[in-house]
């Protein structure tokens, strides 16, 4: 080891050291702060599942050998909002604001036809290309059906290579099926979480992918 390269890595150590301590500290508070939420969630998911009878009063009955006759309306009535939402799904739109609304400077020539596109209208037609090459009508079911069963859902917008051998990304719509791996910023206070400073998304894998993942 040079002379004078000690320094640099014990301050580089103490900054990583300093970088996990916030992250667990971060986790500990994001998991204090959705438990209520969390614990709530599994509760409806439960009895949207069948299991409606508390848990002293069905045991209580089974001593005694009386029934528990559970009669479920529950999940009629969740079809009927799912497949209300399938049928009028929303759509993005994107408007120009109004200074640029009628402004020239904002049009894109269209070089294969005589009308020119507006940028509001440029951006719409990517977005819509975004949803349609990530499946997205599939995603956006899926977090409306967990919002709907639990209380909430969850949508990402990733990034992806074009192909294997470009370095040009795409964006990509994804949901997130373990609803409960999501940990948002609990100082968040906008309803979309716009404001949020950070995020936390777990997955469980086994360790050999871990280590192949991120030798």
């Not at 916030?22 to 939420?37: L, P, T």
Request: net charge negative; aromatic share 8%.
């Amino acid at each position: 080891m040079l002379p004078g390269n000690e320094p640099i890595q014990t301050r580089r150590g103490n900054d990583e050291q300093a970088v996990l301590q916030e992250i667990r500290e971060r986790a500990a508070h994001a998991v204090e702060a959705w438990q209520h939420n969390h614990d709530a969630a599994h509760e409806d998911i439960r009895f949207l599942a069948g299991e409606q009878w508390p848990e002293a009063i069905r045991k209580e009955r089974e001593d005694e050998g009386r029934p528990c006759l559970t009669l479920n309306k529950l999940p009629q009535y969740i079809d009927q909002v799912l497949g209300d939402q399938r049928q009028n799904r929303p759509a993005v739109s994107v408007h120009p604001v109004e200074a640029n609304a009628a402004s020239d400077a904002t049009k894109v020539p269209n070089v294969a036809g005589t009308n020119d596109y507006d940028l509001a209208q440029v951006y719409e037609a990517l977005i819509r290309n975004i949803e349609y090459t990530s499946n997205a009508e599939a995603h956006y079911d899926t977090a409306f059906q967990h919002a709907v069963e639990g209380g909430f859902g969850w949508l990402r917008v990733l990034t992806k290579y074009s192909s294997d051998d470009a370095f040009e990304q795409d964006l990509c719509i994804k949901s997130i099926h373990n609803r409960f791996a999501v940990l948002m910023d609990p100082e968040a206070v906008e309803p979309d979480y716009s404001d949020a400073s950070w995020c936390f998304i777990g997955d469980r894998v086994k360790r050999a992918e871990f280590r192949q993942r991120h030798p």
